[in-house]
C-alpha cells in the first residue's frame, strides 16, 4: 500500500499497527482517502482535525479506525470553506444548522462577521478559535488557514454541554450572592428551580420544605407547577409509598419514577400527577451535613423518562445549594427568637430594677428609721436590748446598699449612655474630687499620669475608675497612707491600657479571678465594708466597651488593676 500523507500513516500505525499487514479489504477505502486528498496537500489539515475530534471522543481502537474512514461529508461536526474574498466554497451536511442560522448559501457570500474572521485568519496565517451561539447551542469554531490558496477550512465542534455547565454554575454562583446579600428564603428557592428548568429539557422544578412536626412536607418554591397541581398536594407525608418526595425524605435516597403510572410509590397518588400531564419525577432529599433531611429537591417532566447523568448532577448541586438556604433560614429564626427571648428577659430584668428600687427598698428604708426612733428612746433598754436594735439597723442599711448595687450592676447594659468621645483625665480629677473626703479620711493620694480620650459611656467611666480608686483606699496597710497611681499606654492591638495601681494590702493571685465575681469577698464584712459588687460592676462596665479587666498582685506587695479599652468603639458595642 502506498500513501503520499505521512500523517494518514502515522495515524493508521498508531490505532491499527504496520500497515503493511492491513487486511487487502482496506486497500480500496485507503486509496480513495488518498485520491480525495492528492490535489491539495494543504487539505491535510481537514483530515487532522477530523481525526483530532475523533481521538476526544473516542477511546477504543476499533472506533477509531471506523472514523478515519470518513470524508468531511460524513463528518457529524460542521465542516465549511470560505475563500478570501467571502464566499462559502463548501459546507458539510452538518453545517446545515449554520447556514440556516446564518443566512448563507454555497457559492455565496457570508455574512460580514464571518468574512472578517477568515481576513484575520489569513492575515496572521494561524488558526483562530471562537465560540458562537447557534440556536440553543453553543460550537467551537477553528479558522484554519489556507494562504497559498486563499482560503480558510473551519472545523466546528459542539460545546453546549460545556457552555451550559458554565452557564449553571454561573447562575448557582449568583444564588449564592443572594444567599450571602441576605435574600429571603422564597426568592433563593425559586432561582434555584429556574435554574434547573432554564438548563433542563421541559423539566419542572419543585422544593419542599420540612414541616416543624418533621411528619410532612409542604411547599417551599415550585414556580412552574399548575397551581391546582400543588393544591392538590400541599401536604406530602414521609414514608415508604409516599411518592418521589415523600420516599426520598424517608429512605434518604434519590427516588427515580420513571413512569408514575405505574411506579409503585406512587400507586395511591398517582391519578393527581397524571390529570396534570405529570408522568415522570425524581426527587433527591435535602440534608444538613449532619445527615437531617430539610426537604426534597424534585423534578417533573410531561413524558415517562429517566434522567441522564448530567441531570442527577444538577439535581444534587441544587439540592445541597438548597440546604445552605434552608439552614441559613434556620439559623436567622432561631436568632430572632433569642433576641425576642433576649427581649422577654430585659424586660423582666427592668421589672425586677423596678421592684429593688421602690418595693423592696422602702421596707428597708421604714426598719432603719424606726430602728435610730427607738434607739432615741434614753433609758428604755439595757445593753443587750440596745446591742440588738444597733445591729438591726446595720443589716438594713447593709441589705439597702446591696439592692443598690445589685441594680447599678444590672444597669450596666440596660441603662447605658450611648457612647461619646470622654477625657478620661478629666473624669479622674473629677473622681479625685468626689472622693475629697476619704483622701482626707486615710490621708491618701491620687497620682494621675497621661490618661487617653476615647469613645465610652462618660457615666459609666466615672463609675469604673472610682470604684477601683475607692477599692485601692479600702484596702490600705494600717499605718501607711494609701497611694493610687494612674497611667496608660497604647498598642495598635490591644488599644489603650490603663493601670491603677496602689500600694495597699494586696492578694493572692489565685484569688484574682475570683474578686470579679458578685457577693464574692476576700474578707469579712468586720474587717472591710462592701458588697462584693463593686469590682463586679468594673468588669461589666469593661464588656460592654469591649474591652477587658486583670489583676497583678502579692500579699502585702499592693495591687495593679489593669483594663483595655479600644479608641474607637464598634457598632456591635
Not at 412536626?213 to 409509598?241: C, D, R
Request: neutral net charge.
Amino acid at each position: 500500500m502506498k500513501t503520499q500523507h505521512k500523517l494518514l500513516s502515522r495515524q493508521i500505525k498508531r490505532f491499527i499497527g504496520n500497515p503493511e499487514t492491513l487486511p487487502p479489504q482496506w486497500e480500496e477505502l485507503l486509496f480513495a482517502v488518498d485520491e480525495a486528498y492528492q490535489q491539495r496537500d494543504d487539505d491535510v489539515y481537514l483530515l487532522e482535525h477530523a481525526m483530532d475530534v475523533l481521538s476526544e471522543e473516542f477511546s477504543e481502537k476499533r472506533n477509531k479506525v471506523r472514523w478515519l474512514s470518513r470524508f468531511p461529508d460524513e463528518n457529524p461536526h460542521p465542516v465549511m470553506r470560505i475563500s478570501s474574498e467571502g464566499s462559502l466554497y463548501y459546507a458539510n451536511p452538518a453545517s446545515q444548522i449554520l447556514l440556516k442560522t446564518f443566512n448563507m448559501e454555497t457559492k455565496k457570500e457570508v455574512p460580514s462577521n464571518w468574512k472578517y474572521i477568515v481576513e484575520i485568519t489569513l492575515q496572521k496565517k494561524k488558526n483562530e478559535t471562537i465560540e458562537m451561539e447557534v440556536g440553543q447551542h453553543f460550537y467551537s469554531f477553528t479558522f484554519s488557514p489556507v494562504a497559498d490558496q486563499g482560503y480558510v477550512n473551519i472545523y466546528g465542534y459542539d460545546i453546549t454541554g460545556r457552555k451550559r455547565a458554565e452557564n449553571y454554575l454561573l447562575d448557582h454562583n449568583n444564588v449564592l450572592g443572594s444567599l450571602a446579600a441576605g435574600s429571603e428564603l422564597q426568592m433563593v428557592l425559586d432561582q434555584l428551580c429556574r435554574n434547573m428548568e432554564k438548563y433542563t429539557d421541559g423539566l419542572k422544578g419543585s422544593i419542599l420544605l420540612l414541616d416543624k412536626s418533621g411528619k410532612y412536607l409542604h411547599y417551599g418554591s415550585a414556580p412552574n407547577l399548575p397551581q391546582s397541581y400543588i393544591k392538590a398536594t400541599h401536604k406530602v407525608y414521609i414514608g415508604e409509598n409516599q411518592g418521589s418526595c415523600g420516599t426520598a425524605a424517608y429512605l434518604k435516597k434519590t427516588i427515580i419514577a420513571e413512569d408514575i403510572s405505574k411506579d409503585l410509590r406512587w400507586a395511591q397518588y398517582k391519578d393527581i400527577p397524571l390529570a396534570h400531564e405529570l408522568k415522570a419525577c425524581w426527587s433527591t432529599p435535602i440534608m444538613d451535613v449532619a445527615g437531617t433531611v430539610l426537604g426534597t429537591f424534585a423534578l417533573y417532566y410531561h413524558e415517562p423518562r429517566k434522567p441522564i447523568k448530567e441531570e442527577l448532577e444538577l439535581i444534587k448541586s441544587s439540592a445541597n445549594i438548597a440546604a445552605l438556604a434552608i439552614h441559613k433560614h434556620s439559623a436567622q429564626d432561631e436568632l430572632k427568637n433569642y433576641a425576642a427571648e433576649l427581649e422577654r428577659s430585659n424586660k423582666e430584668l427592668s421589672d425586677f430594677a423596678y421592684i429593688a428600687s421602690h418595693d423592696l427598698q422602702e421596707p428597708l428604708r421604714k426598719i432603719s428609721i424606726f430602728s435610730d426612733r427607738v434607739l432615741e428612746v434614753k433609758n428604755s433598754y439595757n445593753e443587750t436590748q440596745r446591742g440588738y436594735l444597733e445591729r438591726m439597723g446595720k443589716a438594713a442599711n447593709r441589705m439597702q446598699t446591696l439592692i443598690e448595687d445589685l441594680l447599678k450592676l444590672s444597669q450596666v447594659t440596660t441603662k447605658g449612655e450611648p457612647f461619646k468621645t470622654v477625657d478620661m483625665g478629666k473624669i479622674a480629677l473629677e473622681v479625685i474630687d468626689d472622693l475629697d473626703a476619704k483622701l482626707q479620711t486615710t490621708q491618701g493620694k491620687v497620682t494621675l499620669g497621661k490618661l487617653p480620650r476615647i469613645e465610652a459611656d462618660p457615666f459609666q467611666m466615672r463609675q469604673l475608675l472610682q470604684n477601683l480608686i475607692e477599692n485601692a483606699l479600702k484596702y490600705h496597710k494600717e499605718n501607711t497612707s494609701p497611694l493610687v497611681i494612674i497611667d496608660s499606654s497604647f498598642a495598635i492591638k490591644k488599644g489603650w491600657t490603663i493601670n491603677v495601681k496602689d500600694n495597699g494590702i494586696g492578694l493572692n493571685e489565685k484569688f484574682a479571678e475570683r474578686i470579679f465575681i458578685p457577693l464574692e469577698r476576700l474578707h469579712g464584712i468586720s474587717a472591710y465594708e462592701g458588697t462584693g459588687i463593686g469590682l463586679a460592676i468594673c468588669k461589666k462596665i469593661i464588656s460592654r466597651h469591649g474591652g477587658t479587666i486583670s489583676v497583678k498582685s502579692q500579699e502585702g506587695q499592693g495591687a495593679t488593676f489593669t483594663f483595655t479599652l479600644p479608641e474607637t468603639q464598634s457598632p456591635i458595642h
